[in-house]
């Protein structure tokens, strides 16, 4: 290989997988064999790996592969401008690689569940024989700090995405405290962990008495208010993405927090439902009747309409572009996406996607208003709408909406909000027969499954998904 000694790739990776290998085999030494699930999963994922070099990859897709990359030459330290003409060698290196880190992994654990007493089993190492030093584990603020630098550079995350998921992360440092080792942190200390967080006083930071206390000390102050179970998921949710990061790069033996999730309390949250229907239709001729006082709001009156028959979120649509509103093979659709404006920002990668125009925002006269827009010289399909960098582009929507409009019409409640349209858009589409995996794919979430995270990750076509938004019907 010109530009790099394949030796050299091989001997490097060899070596940084041994080093996770051992690291791992001491944390399954101290805690036990692999469940039954984590085995499970192990074997699923060396189906995969076992299907050759270029299937591997095509199924996982390029961003994928570049991560991959990436890892490998930020942890093995190598040289990447040497080794750029030989992407695929490496990729099936790593490949191959994790074929025996996985399989290596299984039999370790699988050792752990037998006794064997026969004579050619060796004895165990003399206590008078040296030990070899155990690989030292990075800290549980290493792996959180390597975290966020990752991502601030990789995933695009927004100030106010970083400060909100810092204090999660800031109440599993104070917990378990900063310098313990990830190797030592289990299934255990993740549920003692778990029980902390569902004690968290609610606004702990905003309450006279809790100033000053440590996490455990303001725990135990009575009479204070605890965290809804609804907020208390969204932790769990954000220690699992973190500690399954740790796992797949090298900084914890195992990925942690998976099913921890709590049910809804039976009362005293806020239960997120679908609008009535004689809300729905209140909002509905509110903003179409050409008498309505509300009719004159441009910008609200479009934004919201367009929330009503999409599906999409609050900031997706304040952050809209003229140019966003386009026709692909004779089908008018919004495109959204974070391209065009440094200042655009998509929840995750599901968020990406093209959503057809529903036929009812056709008939209002949306590309009238779009071309209006485009007119006066506005890239913005909302010029009036400013941004925050923790807020986007929808503050000003959602306090009008949430505030104004729905106290207005007398329908002011805890599910009538202006997410609750998004609520309501995809209930009405699954009861209209609309298949569960189409509904996520319209509206932006993560599918769920190997089917659909790796053989449908193109999604749907165009045809699929403007038959199911016209579906939706406020009437």
């Known amino acids: ?68 990359l990436d890892k490998f030459f930020k942890e093995t330290g190598l040289p990447r401008d040497e080794c750029r003409d030989h992407t695929s060698v490496i990729l099936d290196e790593i490949r191959k690689g994790q074929i025996g880190y ?49 991502h601030e550079k990789t995933a695009g995350w927004t100030s106010g995405t970083v400060e909100k ?44 008495r809790l100033r000053g206390l440590s996490l455990r000390e303001a725990i135990a102050v009575p009479g204070i208010p605890k965290i809804s179970n609804a907020t208390a998921n969204a932790y769990l949710s954000a220690y699992k993405v973190f500690w399954a990061w740790a796992e797949a790069h090298g900084f914890a033996p195992e990925a942690l927090f998976d099913g921890m999730a709590v049910a809804k309390r039976g009362h005293g949250t806020k239960d997120r439902r679908p609008f009535t229907q ?50 692909v093979d004779g089908v008018w659709v919004f495109n959204f996406t974070d391209d065009g404006d440094a200042t655009k920002r998509l929840k995750s990668s599901a968020a990406r996607r093209r959503v057809p125009v529903h036929s009812e925002l056709l008939k209002l006269g949306l590309l009238e208003y779009r071309d209006s827009q485009r007119a006066l010289g506005r890239d913005r399909l909302f010029a009036d709408y400013t941004y925050h960098p923790k807020h986007g582009y929808g503050d000003k929507l959602s306090k009008w ?44 979430h993560e599918r769920q499954g190997v089917t659909n995270q790796v053989y449908m990750k193109e999604g749907f076509t165009l045809r699929q998904t403007r038959e199911a938004v016209e579906r939706y019907a406020v009437d």
């Open 165 to 208: 998921r810092r204090a999660v992360l800031d109440v599993a440092l104070e917990w378990l405290g900063p310098d313990t080792a990830m190797a030592d942190i289990g299934k255990r200390e993740a549920a003692g962990l778990k029980e902390a967080t569902l004690a968290l006083p609610a606004n702990r930071a905003k309450v006279s």
């Open 278 to 327: 004689e809300a729905l239709e209140k909002v509905y001729s509110a903003l179409t009747d050409p008498g309505s006082k509300f009719f004159g709001k441009t910008s609200h009156r479009w934004a919201t309409l367009i929330a009503m028959f999409s599906g999409a979120r609050l900031n997706e649509v304040c952050q809209l572009q003229v140019d966003d509103i386009l026709q």
């Open 401 to 444: 909406f949430n505030r104004t409009f729905m106290q207005a019409l007398g329908i002011k409640s805890d599910a009538h909000v202006f997410h609750g349209l998004r609520h309501t858009f995809a209930t009405r589409l699954g009861q209209a027969d609309v298949p569960l995996e189409r509904i996520q794919f319209i509206i932006g």
């Open 102 to 150: 996985w399989k290596a992994l299984l039999a370790h654990s699988e050792a752990l569940e037998v006794y064997d007493f026969s004579e050619a089993q060796r004895s165990p190492q003399s206590a008078s024989a040296p030990r070899p030093a155990p690989l030292a584990s990075p800290t549980l603020s290493e792996a959180v700090e390597a975290f966020f630098r990752e």
């Open 1 to 68: 290989m010109a530009g790099m000694d394949y030796s050299v790739i091989r001997t490097t990776l060899h070596k940084h997988l041994r080093a996770r290998l051992e690291r791992a085999k001491a944390w399954r030494e101290r805690h036990g064999p692999l469940a039954a699930k984590d085995r499970a999963n192990i074997k699923d994922i060396l189906s995969m790996l076992e299907e050759g070099n270029r299937e591997y990859w095509h199924l996982l897709g390029s961003d994928h592969a570049r991560e991959e």
